[in-house]
């Protein structure tokens, strides 16, 4: 931001600075009702232009999309590379199922009873990044998701059974009771892109008040934020935290979807999937969350439907990261960006010269 410096002063021109702040807080609202109607546009048209096997792909996307967009705050905000995300969908989801077959509470406890134990969890899964950073909280987040890997293979998910595990023997596994209103798949799919609006305009809204400058003075350096008065403490676990609820939530809307949720397919090479997909899709940018959420879906589910083994795909996203960690580190959403700035910035030449 520039500030304009009154002719015969020495200091800035405090009327200029006080409009050009507003300007930027416009601009934030705008970005923000923008990005809700979108996601929301979304959920309107997708259950009426795709087929029942791409609806449920689709709603699995946005449900990964909503554990993606915690994986983002803590790249994007701090620098911090989580790989234990998808355990903590997992450990959401796990809850979620809990609740509703256990108790029978109503889907949105649900959702919101998945989202704080996993936040409670990243919480603890946070406390080492007090003392690690880089490759070695890498490394521990990692072992986390292969901790919990072994734990969700030995117990599996609750299915509807007696005691506290909630598993069935020898008879049918039950199903997740979704709401009445959105029972069809088509429904589901529009009632998850509401809740992934919900979380993305909660991360934005963090990002625009105390707790967002606070994170941005820790990504520059934990000195300057201890000078300038930031406990590094409390921010920290309360970005581990969001991310923690982000992927909760995603784990009880994934939980929704599908029924039920199978132990096998929480490997901690899911989590590396989770984090690099982040990079590639944006992490600085809502939309990132959407691209990342496509990809770890959508595409495997399109290359099965040409004929391709989803595999492919695994080798398709390693050349994607390499790209964007050399060439675009703003990810697909950093060079749609750039290309819509320069197609701006050619349309403006072009007006002047004529």
């Known amino acids: 931001m520039s500030l304009v410096v009154s002719a015969g002063s020495s200091g800035p021109d405090l009327g200029a600075v006080r409009l050009a702040l507003a300007e930027m807080a416009a601009q934030r609202r705008r970005s923000l009702w923008l990005m809700l109607a979108l996601v929301l546009?979304?959920?309107a048209l997708l259950p009426w232009l795709a087929n029942a096997y791409w609806v449920k792909t689709l709603t699995s996307a946005l449900a990964l999309s909503t554990a993606v967009?915690?994986?983002a705050l803590l790249y994007g905000q701090l620098g911090l590379v989580s790989l234990c995300q998808y355990a903590l969908l997992g450990a959401g989801g796990w809850v979620a199922l809990r609740v509703s077959h256990?108790?029978?509470?109503?889907?949105?406890?649900?959702?919101?009873?998945g989202g704080l134990s996993a936040a409670l969890v990243g919480m603890l899964a946070g406390l080492p990044a007090l003392r690690l950073k880089g490759l070695y909280l890498a490394l521990v987040t990692l072992m986390m998701a292969g901790g919990f890997q072994?734990?969700?293979?030995?117990?599996?998910?609750?299915?509807g059974g007696p005691g506290w595990l909630g598993r069935m023997m020898g008879s049918e596994r039950l199903l997740m009771a979704r709401p009445g209103w959105a029972s069809g798949d088509g429904a589901y799919l529009a009632y998850s892109?509401?809740?992934?609006?919900?979380?993305l305009a909660l991360i934005e809204l963090h990002r625009r008040t105390r707790a967002g400058r606070s994170w941005a003075l820790i990504r520059r350096g934990e000195a300057a934020a201890l000078g300038a008065g930031v406990n590094v403490l409390l921010y920290q676990t309360w970005a581990f935290g969001l991310a923690g609820f982000c992927a909760g939530v995603g784990g009880a809307l994934l939980a929704g979807a599908v029924g039920q949720l199978d132990g096998r397919g929480f490997g901690a090479?899911?989590?590396?999937m989770v984090f690099a997909l982040t990079v590639v899709g944006g992490a600085y940018h809502w939309g990132g969350a959407l691209v990342a959420g496509l990809l770890l879906r959508a595409v495997p589910s399109l290359l099965t439907d040409w004929g391709v083994n989803g595999f492919v795909a695994q080798m398709v996203f390693g050349a994607a990261l390499l790209h964007a960690l050399i060439t675009a580190p703003g990810g697909v959403i950093g060079q749609i960006q750039n290309a819509l700035g320069a197609l701006g910035r050619w349309r403006l030449?072009?007006?002047?010269?004529?």
Do not use: N, Y
């Open 269 to 272: 090479s899911d989590s590396v």
């Open 69 to 71: 967009a915690g994986v």
């Open 41 to 43: 546009l979304l959920a």
């Open 150 to 159: 072994v734990l969700i293979t030995a117990i599996g998910f609750p299915d």
């Open 102 to 113: 256990g108790w029978h509470w109503p889907f949105e406890l649900c959702v919101l009873a």
């Open 349 to 354: 030449q072009r007006g002047g010269a004529t």
């Open 193 to 199: 892109a509401a809740w992934l609006a919900a979380v």
